[in-house]
């Protein structure tokens, strides 16, 4: 099935972190030319900037990715999530045309008494097994890749970002993608390996080669468990050559920010980055959404969710920990400034918290997915 098709597609999703699982994944897919997809709930699991990798991870499948979906003659789900969900969004609530292959020991957790398996996924091929055994024994069955270059048969524009993002106005906060772009930048000649990002954070920004360059997500949908999460994994990084980042939305850092104290007790380097922007924006955009379905003013979805008079001071509260702050830093030019010293700081040991000032907006990907199927503003 997979060395006839002429459109093979990867969904990566819950896989290991071992580098020869990553690598053998990146083997799989150049021997059979199949595009891969990955989700940024669930760590590093193929090369971003890869050929055959053409979209950033996202939060949703969305854009001219549906249409890989759609297009693609085999499709071979290694352990993704909501793979059910995932292809009605992608097919319009129809069934997808490709043959379905699908590896995962998801089934292992499920009861009768609720819900968590999400929509049952079509299948034509089931099977009940860890992804990556999968994917070695494929490795051993298939024919040898042929000398020539690696092509995609999607063809898509190049996965990098966007220099040209437009600058805020002075007094303004940076927008989102600003941010990205600088920690991006200026943590890349460091080693980082990416604790969890927030919801919104642009995916083009991805820029991961190795499982540890990014851990993951919490797998759920509730909110204060990615400082905790982050005092846990730089544990497990400390002592590596890793710089251990975690970028937290607000109200994610605002509700665990004790995890804090703990690494700093325990003496674990760690760099927090908390992409400020004053609000619990994914609640701003749901009622938006529902203000749109109503037909009521979406101006008014910020009410009960916007946290200012009086603002937060998230460097103030990080030194109540005994960690080290800095902030609120407002501008691309001061991130990059103060991620220089932070850098430095989590070096010699220390818990660092920066409070990046940033627009209450979301990654075009992620809003326009939160948003979908609804009118637009009347």
Known sequence: MLESSQRPLLLIGRVSSDPADFERRVALAERIS??????????????????????????????????????AD????????????TLLQACGGELP???????????????GWNADYQALPPADVSILAAPDSLVAALLAELRPRSAKPVKSWFVQEPNTADANIERPAAGERMPLGDMARVTTETLAPHNPSYIRLPLGWPGEFCRFAHP???????????????????VGAALALRGSDRLPVAVLGDGDYLMGLTALWTGVHYRVPLLIIVANNASFFNDELHQERMA??????VENRWIGMRMSDPAFDLATLARGQ??????????????????GKAIADVRAGAVVVVDAQVAPEYSRAVSSSLLRHVPAQR
């Open 74 to 85: 085999v499709i071979l789900s290694l352990d993704w999530i909501d793979l059910g969900g």
């Open 97 to 111: 045309q490709a043959k379905i292959v699908h590896c995962s020991v998801d089934q292992y957790v499920h009861h």
């Open 34 to 71: 199949a595009v891969a997809l990955t989700d940024i709930k669930t760590g590093a699991s193929f090369p971003t900037q890869h050929p055959l990798h053409p979209f950033p991870p996202s939060l949703y499948v969305s854009g001219a990715a549906t249409k890989v979906i759609r297009d």
């Open 322 to 339: 005994g960690a080290t702050g800095y902030g609120p830093v407002p501008s691309a030019r001061e991130l990059a400034a103060a991620l």
């Open 212 to 230: 540890q360059d990014y851990i993951g997500f919490d797998g759920g949908g509730g909110i204060g468990s990615g400082p905790g999460m982050a």
């Open 292 to 297: 749109r379905l109503r037909g009521r003013p």
